[in-house]
């Protein structure tokens, strides 16, 4: 069974950053696109960042040019930097294998505020 878990989430002011991170017990990770999600309070989870097993990135048009998704196959490890953080990133920040919205870990509580 897989198992994802998320890292890093914490408190930040307007205009901060933060980094979150993934850990994936996925045999043969590598070979695996990633996906980071997010869901606002009271909201729908949504899609953030995409990152292909070859290194190919995309971004949700609200986070594009200010978070950064990027892979570490040797730890097994998937990350989202944050920057110029806006109160509407405040969320839970999920990750999970590309294509899949099931078998969610925990998530890590992202808040921006002042």
């Known amino acids: 069974q897989v198992q994802l878990v998320e890292s890093g989430g914490g408190l930040v002011q307007p205009g901060g950053s933060l980094t979150v991170s993934c850990a994936a017990s996925?045999?043969?990770?590598?070979?695996?696109?990633m996906d980071w999600y997010r869901q606002p309070p009271g909201k729908q989870r949504e899609l953030v960042a995409s990152i292909t097993s070859g290194g190919r990135t995309n971004y949700a048009d609200s986070v594009k040019g200010r978070f950064s998704i990027s892979r570490d196959n040797a730890k097994k490890m998937v990350y989202l930097q944050m920057n110029s953080l806006k109160p509407e990133d405040t969320a839970v920040y999920y990750c999970n294998r590309a294509g899949i919205t099931s078998g969610w870990g925990q998530g890590t509580q992202v808040t921006v505020s002042s």
């Open positions: 996925l045999t043969l990770f590598a070979a695996y696109g």
